[in-house]
C-alpha cells in the first residue's frame, strides 16, 4: 500500500529540495572558484604583459638616445686619448732629462755639466711642457669625469625595477634625466629650471626616470628652433592631503583637441612610422597612476604644452627633513 503520510511526503520532498539547492550552491561555488583563479591568472599574465611594455618603451627610448649618448662619450675619451698620447711624449722628454743628469760623468766640471742640461732641456722643450702638463691633465681629467658621470646617470635610468619604495630627491631625479637626454635637448632646447626645496618621496626612482625622459624628449621634438624647456617642482596641499608637483612646458607646437584626447592611448603617436612607439606617454600615464598619482596635459596650438604630474607624499616619508 502507498504510505499516505502527508509528513513522510512534505520531508522527503524538502530532503530532496535541500539536495538540489546544495548540488546547486555547490556547482556554482565550483564555478565561482575556477572564475577566481583564471581571473588570479588573468592578473598576473596583465602584470607581466604592463611591466614588459614599460621595459619595452624604456629600451625604446634608450635606443633613440644611443647615438647621443655614443656622442657625448666618444668625444671626452677622443680627446682623453689624445692628451694622454701626448703626455706620453712628454713622459718621454722628462725621462730622458733625468737620464742625462743620473748618467752624467762625474768628472765633468759644473759649468759644462750645466751647459749639457740646460741644452738637452731647451731640446726637449721642457719649459712648454710644464705650462701645458697642467692643462693637458685637467682636461683629460674633466673629460673622464664627463664620461662617469653619463654612464651613472645611464645606470640609474637603465636599470629594472626596483621591487621596493625607496625615498628619492624628485629634483635630483630630474636632474639626472635631464643630462640622460641632454645630447638631444642642446642643440634646440633652452632649459629653465624653477626647483622649491622638496621633501623626499617613496617612489620606484628607474620609471619616474623614464616618465621625465620621455617628457622631454617630447617636448624637444615639439619644438623647431629656440625650443623652451620650462621645468618647475613645488608643493601643495589639496583635500587634506599633501603633493609634489612638477611641471614641464615648452613652448611647441601645441595639440589639438582631438590628438590631446587620446596622447595617453597605448600605441598613439603623431610622429613619423618608425620614429615613435607610441607608448611613451601611455606607460608615463600607468607608472604615474602606479604611484597613485595623476598625469594630466593642456596644450593650445602654436603656443605650447604642459604636463602636470602629482604625486602623492608617503606619510612616512613626509616628516623626512626637506634637502
Not at 13 to 27: C, N, Q
Not at 67 to 73: C, D, F, L, Q, S
Not at 97 to 124: A, G
Not at 260 to 279: N, Q, S, Y
Request: include cysteine; hydrophobic fraction near 35%.
Amino acid at each position: 500500500m502507498p504510505d499516505n503520510n502527508p509528513y513522510k511526503a512534505a520531508y522527503e520532498r524538502e530532503r530532496l529540495a535541500r539536495k538540489k539547492a546544495e548540488k546547486f550552491l555547490d556547482d556554482k561555488t565550483r564555478s565561482l572558484y575556477d572564475n577566481i583563479v583564471q581571473l588570479q591568472t588573468t592578473v598576473r599574465a596583465l602584470e607581466e604583459t604592463q611591466e614588459q611594455l614599460v621595459q619595452a618603451e624604456k629600451m625604446a627610448s634608450i635606443g633613440q638616445l644611443a647615438a647621443g649618448v655614443a656622442h657625448e662619450i666618444n668625444n671626452p675619451i677622443g680627446f682623453s686619448l689624445s692628451n694622454l698620447t701626448t703626455l706620453s711624449e712628454y713622459v718621454q722628454s722628462i725621462v730622458k732629462l733625468d737620464d742625462m743628469v743620473i748618467n752624467s760623468d762625474d768628472t765633468l766640471e759644473k759649468n759644462e755639466f750645466i751647459t749639457q742640461y740646460q741644452n738637452l732641456r731647451k731640446t726637449e722643450d721642457i719649459e712648454f711642457i710644464k705650462d701645458d702638463l697642467q692643462d693637458l691633465l685637467g682636461d683629460t681629467i674633466k673629460g673622464l669625469n664627463r664620461v662617469s658621470a653619463i654612464v651613472s646617470n645611464l645606470t640609474k635610468v637603465t636599470h629594472a625595477g626596483e621591487l621596493e619604495m625607496k625615498a628619492c630627491q624628485i629634483n635630483d631625479i630630474i636632474e639626472e634625466s635631464i643630462k640622460v637626454v641632454w645630447n638631444e635637448l642642446k642643440y634646440n632646447m633652452t632649459v629653465e629650471k624653477y626647483f622649491a626645496p622638496l621633501p623626499l618621496l617613496a617612489c620606484h626612482s628607474g620609471e619616474i626616470h623614464q616618465v621625465f625622459m620621455n617628457l622631454f624628449l617630447n617636448a624637444s621634438h615639439a619644438c623647431d628652433e629656440e625650443g623652451l624647456l620650462i621645468i618647475k617642482t613645488y608643493t601643495k596641499e589639496s583635500k587634506g592631503e599633501n603633493w609634489i608637483i612638477i611641471e614641464v612646458s615648452d613652448n611647441g607646437k601645441g595639440m589639438p583637441s582631438e590628438v590631446r584626447k587620446k596622447i595617453f592611448d597605448p600605441f598613439f603617436t603623431t610622429k613619423p612610422v618608425g620614429v615613435g612607439t607610441g607608448l611613451g606617454l601611455s606607460v608615463s600615464f600607468g607608472i604615474i597612476e602606479k604611484h597613485k598619482g595623476t598625469i594630466k596635459v593642456a596644450s593650445e596650438e602654436g603656443i605650447g604644452t604642459t604636463f602636470s604630474i602629482h604625486l602623492p607624499l608617503n606619510e612616512q616619508i613626509k616628516s623626512t627633513e626637506t634637502l
